[in-house]
């Protein structure tokens, strides 16, 4: 099987899905390895690095899709990319299907087999998702409280606080990888953190684990309570695979103060606040409400060597054993990959993108 890795082209997205080290790693394996010239700049992977690797570096995207057999990004493909996949390859990305039904009609109509990282789930555990949830939370901590700068529209309010002065409190909606490192981040600079989860088993553990910060159990009445009071809101919730539930309103939205920010890291999936839409590095906030909204759907993107290595630490042994057992191959060794097959010769094949869209699913054959 041939490996291909192309130049993405979301908007302000460097990171790319593949290094020179794990490109080398497939060489070595005796797999055939494509990379689209530049692809690697974003991340500060120069084309020789991947020629030293035993990669090909070839002038454009179009060779990458028209001779690649496993095509490995970061995001989901854009329109111009699907136009270039084909029935028989495999897409191995964030594809983030139930935010979008258009995009979801257009891959599955191109008969590719498609295997979203963000739905290979081992355990309570999405191993693939992770490192990025680990980076998305902890900058979402950064953005929010360079945005509370008075300077960038904020109310003018220092996180930390200083001496005499009380801290700012940040509420985190989730408890997951997302939330957990939020925390880690808000805690540290001694913001006044409290973390909402529904999990009496999560709570339990956060609070051991993160004992600077406090736990809450998350209905709407907890927060309306808690809105008021809060200077940096961060939702961080994920149903893997499915739409993000919709858990503050327009209208609880209107109890915070203005100049306040929210982080909404669940943007990808839909977002999990009612005023949430996505934006972009470039231009990453808009106001609704009175409310400062950060809204970047690729976060990750904007650390993307430190991304790009973290991601390529999970996703290469999957790679691997697709390059080189193919899909039935790899799904038995790594039975979890079967939960990441989103779409299949022309099938949906995952249940929760299909009732966010109101579409039939079918059974991943591998």
């Not at 809450?216 to 809101?233: C, V």
Request: with cysteine; net charge negative.
């Amino acid at each position: 099987m041939t490996v291909g890795c192309p130049k993405e082209i979301k908007a302000q997205e460097n990171r790319v899905g593949l290094t020179p080290p794990g490109a080398a790693q497939l060489v070595r394996r005796g797999v055939k390895v494509i990379v689209e010239t530049r692809a690697g700049l974003g991340a500060d992977y120069p084309d020789e690095e991947y020629r030293d690797a035993g990669a090909e570096v070839v002038d454009s995207a179009a060779e990458v899709f028209e001779r690649a057999d496993l095509i490995v990004k970061v995001k989901e493909p854009q329109p111009a990319e699907i136009q270039m996949l084909r029935k028989g390859q495999t897409l191995f990305t964030y594809l983030h299907l139930a935010a979008d039904k258009k995009l979801t009609e257009d891959l599955v109509a191109t008969g590719v087999t498609g295997i979203a990282y963000e739905t290979v789930k081992i355990g309570h555990r999405l191993p693939l998702l992770e490192p990025m949830s680990e980076v998305a939370g902890r900058m979402s901590v950064m953005v929010g409280a360079y945005f509370l700068a008075k300077h960038a529209g904020g109310r003018g309010t220092l996180l930390g606080g200083v001496p005499g002065v009380l801290p700012g409190r940040v509420t985190i909606i989730g408890g997951g990888t997302c939330g957990t490192n939020a925390a880690k981040m808000a805690t540290g600079i001694g913001a006044e953190t409290t973390i909402l989860e529904v999990s009496s088993e999560r709570m339990t553990w956060l609070d051991t684990a993160l004992p600077a910060a406090r736990t809450l159990y998350s209905s709407e009445a907890a927060l309306m309570e808690i809105l008021p009071r809060t200077d940096l809101l961060i939702g961080a919730v994920l149903v893997p695979g499915a739409k993000a539930p919709k858990l503050v309103t327009r209208e609880m939205l209107r109890t915070m103060r203005k100049g306040t920010v929210l982080v909404d890291i669940a943007v990808d999936q839909g977002g999990c606040i009612e005023t949430t839409r996505p934006t972009t590095h470039e231009d990453p906030i808009f106001v609704e409400e009175g409310v400062i909204h950060y809204c970047v759907a690729n976060m990750p993107g904007a650390y993307a060597r430190t991304s790009t290595q973290a991601l390529t630490s999970v996703t290469l042994p999957y790679v691997q054993y697709l390059a080189t057992e193919g899909l039935a191959g790899a799904c038995g060794r790594h039975p979890e990959l079967v939960g990441g097959i989103n779409c299949q010769d022309g099938r949906l094949t995952c249940t929760e993108v299909a009732e966010a869209h109101g579409l039939e699913s079918s059974e991943p054959i591998c």
